[in-house]
Nanobody, 123 residues
Framework: QVQLVESGGGSAQAGGSLRLSCAAS????????MGWFRQAPGKEREFVAAVSSSGGSTDYANSVKGRFTISRDNAKNTVYLQMNSLKHEDTAVYYC????????????????WGQGTQVTVSS
């Protein structure tokens, strides 16, 4: 059974940083595009960032561009989200996702989802 397990969430002050990790039990991890989404209370889940299977291409939501960086280590079956200059509005549950097709993450399409990790930013 495929599992995506997020870690690294927690609390931070505005202007601070957090680094999320997502460990995937995908045998063919290096063939999946990976992404991060978030859902704030009372809001719909939204796309945050995605990285191609090779790691050579990335995509970001405008709201996080320049502050967040997505990366992956295919040798460790892990994807990361480095979050800098955090804002109160970044508070949400963050989800990791895997897309075997490689093109659907921006549209919320994924084959597998993690359980989420809470990020809380105090202003």
């Amino acid at each position: 059974q495929v599992q995506l397990v997020e870690s690294g969430g927690g609390s931070a002050q505005a202007g601070g940083s957090l680094r999320l990790s997502c460990a995937a039990s995908l045998r063919t991890f290096s063939t999946y595009a990976m992404g991060w989404f978030r859902q704030a209370p009372g809001k719909e889940r939204e796309f945050v960032a995605a990285v191609s299977s090779s790691g050579g291409s990335t995509d970001y939501a405008n709201s996080v561009k320049g502050r967040f960086t997505i990366s992956r280590d295919n040798a460790k079956n892990t994807v990361y989200l480095q979050m800098n200059s955090l804002k109160h509005e970044d508070t949400a549950v963050y989800y990791c996702a895997a897309d075997g097709g490689g093109t659907g993450l921006r549209f919320g399409l994924a084959h597998y989802w993690g359980q989420g990790t809470q990020v809380t930013v105090s202003s």
